[in-house]
């Protein structure tokens, strides 16, 4: 296809989200192609949380539309879009605080294998290979048999990270990753982030705070403003834009 | 069992337990001898015991299937229902006015009263589910004294508060022993089921859910319709311990619908521990023997109840067999037993 929204794995026009009289997110147009680290970035309430809870469909869109691979996905509920291929890292610790880590990502594992209604046979167990296998690519082998609520901070986003992975996403959404890691935590995260681009050819969309791992790892940036978007582009086109620099970065040296 | 990691212990633990393949180390052999050996001496009591404990035992191990069943809402789906005694009533029902309206053989009506319990559990749960915790709780404790209402109040199908009486029982139930054996045999089938649910695939779903819904949604589960499985499953469960409880009672009458009747097995629950799989059992047969001698010596046995429910969520929040249980792990571990903390609820 000579089409070019060709690679356009996910695409957001006009999309509006109002609380009440706050509009939170106003008319963003959004192309992440396939395969490439895309961050948004903005300064605290630009709306990006607001922007990835439509993406995931824990929120409906007030207008816009939302499309993964071409599918409509905007005001589908959490599950479904979660099935279709888009999986979800909280910005909040979001784990399962009594499973032990290998539960939980063999529970992760349950769930894309469909096999979530079976009450009579020891599926979950057989999947310990395959969970043991996501604990390895996040680091986490050591940590199987903890409970999850024991694990360290930066653990317990790793630990996240893998529950993502467990649905085979296409598109994985990480809404902070490295928000109060330390500097090697932090080191540890990017190269994960990196490492499932590259070798699993897993896009990514990543919001983030800290600049130094925005423009270090992502391909394209979208920076977001009080709900719209400001700029949006490769990496280092973002960097040298002169809007950016004052509104956003100037406003956080 | 759960909070009982310091931080620095974790770190400690991490080396050993890696080496251990976590619960699949425990011998699955080993683990049946107590239950076995516990079945057994329960077979050997048939033969030994009087009448008259032999019924009371009848009652009990219906309570047991009772507690247990609605302990796969409270234990493992997290879920707070004080309406279980609708189910419990209607399988008590199914048994007493199959006979009454239609003259269904005791046979038929006892293998069919766990599927009317489930029938019924759908349009209930599918109203409850739609609340959240206190809201869930509240309603389905309407439901209850809904449930008592209607069989107090049409008398033309139920009798109303007199309760259905009649030989409806075969009599081959109705003699101590046999009775005892049969029920006992039901117990266990239906303990080993729900034992089986609760330790698999779904089961581990709804221990996910019961932590964290939200993550759970995200990542491709339908929380309401697997909250609403677990919902008729125990359903199914309490309508069979009503009908159980039939064979001890011989009649069906409103109370075994009401919100009390309902309040029992969370009771139970409590006292045992949720979190154990035998802890709402254990808890059942504390619950009712202390209520049988109690109501020898005090009239108030409720305010005895209170009480000694407000000490256990005081002093053991894990119920007495999870306090058990944590105390025999609490001993010197070596390598080998840190892998157990982490393994299924038990």
């Known amino acids: ?253 | 069992m759960t909070n009982d990691i310091p931080g620095g212990a974790a770190v400690a633990e991490r080396t050993p337990t890696t080496t251990t393949t976590g619960h699949r180390g425990r011998r699955p052999l080993l683990r049946a001898i107590g239950p076995t050996a516990l079945v057994a001496l329960m077979v050997m009591l048939g033969f030994v015991l009087q009448a008259s404990p032999l019924l009371t035992l009848e009652e009990v191990l219906a309570l047991v299937v009772f507690a247990t069943a609605t302990n796969i809402l409270l234990g493992s789906a997290g879920l707070v229902s004080f309406g279980q005694a609708v189910f419990y009533g209607i399988g008590a029902y199914t048994v007493a006015l199959g006979w009454l309206h239609w003259h269904l053989s005791f046979w038929v009506t006892f293998f069919a009263a766990p599927f009317v319990g489930a029938l019924v559990a759908v349009p209930v749960g599918l109203v409850a589910l739609r609340a959240r915790r206190l809201y869930f709780a509240l309603s389905t404790l309407a439901f209850s004294e809904l449930a008592y209402q209607l069989a107090e109040s049409r008398y033309s199908f139920t009798q109303g508060a007199n309760g259905v009486f009649g030989p409806f029982v075969p009599t081959s139930l109705t003699n101590p022993v046999t009775g005892y054996l049969f029920v006992l045999a039901v117990t266990v089938a239906s303990l080993l089921l729900m034992w089986k649910i609760t330790h698999s695939p779904f089961g581990l779903v709804l221990r996910a859910i019961r932590e964290n819904r939200e993550r759970m949604q995200a990542l491709g589960v339908n929380v309401y319709r697997h909250q609403l499985v677990a919902f008729v499953v125990s359903g199914f469960f309490c309508s069979l311990a009503g009908a159980m409880f039939v064979i001890y009672s011989q009649s069906a009458y409103p109370e075994l619908l009401d919100w009390t009747m309902s309040g029992a097995p969370v009771f139970m629950a409590v006292i045992g521990g949720m979190g154990v799989f035998l802890g709402p059992a254990v808890g059942a047969f504390i619950y009712q023997f202390g209520h049988d001698e109690l109501v020898r010596y005090v009239d108030d046995w409720q305010l005895v109840l209170g009480a000694v429910l407000l000490l256990i969520v005081m002093f053991w929040p894990d119920g007495l067999l999870g306090a058990y249980m944590r105390a025999r792990r609490g001993r010197p571990r070596n390598a080998d037993e840190t892998a157990d903390r982490s393994a299924d609820d038990e």
């Open chain 1, 1 to 253: 296809m000579s089409d070019p929204t060709a690679g356009v794995l996910l695409r957001a026009q006009g999309l509006i989200r109002d609380f009440g009289g706050f509009r939170a997110v106003d008319g963003v147009d959004l192309e992440v192609r396939s395969g490439t680290i895309h961050s948004i970035i903005g300064p605290n309430g630009a709306g990006k949380t607001t922007l990835f809870r439509l993406l995931t469909g824990i929120l409906r869109p007030t207008a816009g539309t939302l499309e993964l691979d071409g599918r409509s996905i905007g005001g589908k509920p959490p599950h479904v879009i979660a099935r279709l291929g888009l999986a979800q890292a909280f910005q909040t610790t979001n784990i399962f605080p009594r499973l032990s880590v290998l539960e939980s990502v063999s529970a992760a594992l349950v769930s894309r294998h469909r096999r979530t209604g079976d009450m009579a046979t020891w599926f979950h167990r057989r999947l310990e290979i395959e969970a043991r296998e996501m604990l390895e690519t996040v680091g986490l082998s050591d940590a199987a048999d903890l409970e999850s609520q024991t694990l360290s901070h930066g653990d317990q986003r790793a630990l996240e990270v893998a529950l993502a992975l467990a649905m085979n996403p296409r598109l994985l959404l990480l809404d902070e990753p490295t928000a109060g890691m330390s500097p090697f935590e932090t080191r540890r995260m990017v190269e994960l982030v990196h490492g499932l681009a590259r070798d699993n050819g897993l896009t990514v969309i990543l919001s983030e705070h800290d600049m130094e791992t925005v423009f270090g790892i992502s391909d394209r940036v979208t920076v977001m403003h009080q709900g719209q978007v400001l700029a949006d582009g490769p990496a280092a086109q973002v960097r040298a834009n002169d809007d950016v620099m004052a509104i956003y970065l100037g406003g956080h040296a």
